[in-house]
């Protein structure tokens, strides 16, 4: 692996695509695990509790690293190991989160925001100590849509936002021996597009008759597929259903916005100071700053506003991303 100039996150960019070429595994690539690496590093946010997110990569220490919602993921973190060695400078906590949002590019995907500045802790205490209890908050797929809004709700996701950020899962699969469902959603899933909205939709889904989780499935192009009852519970519910059909309908809009939630997703908690740096300090509910993104429309700023982090972004540009998807969303 190439030793990269510190600070420079195209190079680093071009690294992990080197590595996403995995023949043997899976579906040949380590995309869709590197996604569901930052999501899951990032999903234990708390707004009530202001804890959990992506700062400080605590995945890599017990009770999270053998959290059984985190299982497989160590393949992820194996795989960008050899990265991470070569560029001691880069934290754990930005470079899973660079992987995953460089993963959903390189497969197709919109680009997304990104902002480096995460520090990692340095032992299993110190992440405890910061946290606290941030186990059991990451979405349970044999349950239904209130639980799916409960979760999300806790991060401060609207159900627009919820229903984007799901279209993920046109990546991957599931495994038998790491969550127990079995199979891929779409019939390619390396390839970042609107399928899954588009197959929700279709009348093909019947429960699946086998001895593992209560799961549907479809028989598409000679290709077996699933759904989650999270994923069905997206077209079951009246309020998530029109955002299951309009990304369905438009891929530009489900990109616009998938882009704009996941870049939120990999910033909660990362509470930057004026250089851009992102310490691990213990915050109460009250003294942390939940981002802005959930404000009404008029108020409220840019979340990356006052982190001296102009300039870094990868996001591009024209005012805040993030509050533009909210005023849309007539929140
Ligand atoms: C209700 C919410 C969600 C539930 C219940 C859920 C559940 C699951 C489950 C059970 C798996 C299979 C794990 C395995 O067996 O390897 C999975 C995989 C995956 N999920 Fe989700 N997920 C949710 C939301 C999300 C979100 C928000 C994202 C990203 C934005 C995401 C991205 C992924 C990806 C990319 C995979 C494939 C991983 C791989 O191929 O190894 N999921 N999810």
Redesign the pocket.
């Known amino acids: 692996m190439t030793s990269v100039k510190e600070g420079d996150y195209n190079a680093l960019r071009e690294e992990i695509k080197k590595v996403l070429k995995q023949p043997g595994y899976?579906d040949g690539s380590a995309g869709?695990?590197f996604?569901?690496l930052a999501?899951h590093a990032s999903g234990n946010f708390s707004l009530v509790e202001h804890n959990g997110g992506s700062n400080g990569a605590g995945m890599r220490f017990p009770p999270e690293s053998v959290d059984p919602a985190n299982a497989?993921l160590h393949h992820a973190i194996s795989f960008l190991i050899p990265i991470q060695a070569a560029n001691p400078w880069i934290s754990h906590a930005d470079l899973w989160t660079l992987a995953g949002t460089t993963a959903i590019q390189a497969m197709g995907g919109p680009q997304i925001p990104w902002e480096a500045g995460r520090s990692d802790y340095d032992s299993a205490e110190a992440a405890e100590e910061h946290r606290g209890v941030v186990g059991d908050r990451l979405?349970?797929?044999a349950l239904g849509a209130s639980h799916?809004r409960e979760v999300f709700t806790r991060m401060g996701f609207s159900d627009r936002e919820i229903v984007a950020?799901?279209g993920?899962?046109a990546?991957?699969?599931?495994?038998r021996d790491?969550?127990g469902?079995d199979g891929p959603w779409v019939v390619n899933p390396t390839r970042f597009s609107n399928q899954y909205f588009k197959l929700l939709l279709r009348p093909i889904w019947r429960p699946r008759e086998w001895d593992g989780p209560f799961q549907y499935e479809a028989t598409v192009a000679g290709t077996k597929l699933m759904m989650?009852p999270?994923d069905m519970a997206l077209v079951e519910d009246p309020q998530f259903k029109p955002w299951v059909e309009k990304y369905a309908a438009d891929q530009d809009l489900f990109f616009k916005d998938f882009s704009m939630a996941?870049g939120k997703l990999i910033e909660l908690g990362v509470d930057r100071d004026d250089t851009g740096f992102a310490k691990l300090v213990k915050k109460s509910a009250e003294e942390g700053k939940p981002l802005d993104q959930t404000q009404k429309p008029g108020g409220g700023s840019c979340p990356f506003a006052g982190t001296g982090a102009k300039g870094r972004s990868a996001g591009g540009a024209g005012g805040c991303p993030f509050l533009a998807m909210n005023r849309e969303a007539k929140l």
């Open positions: 899976d869709p695990v996604v569901r999501w497989g979405p349970d797929g799916v950020l799901s993920a899962h990546l991957g699969r599931c495994h790491r969550s469902f989650l999270t996941f």
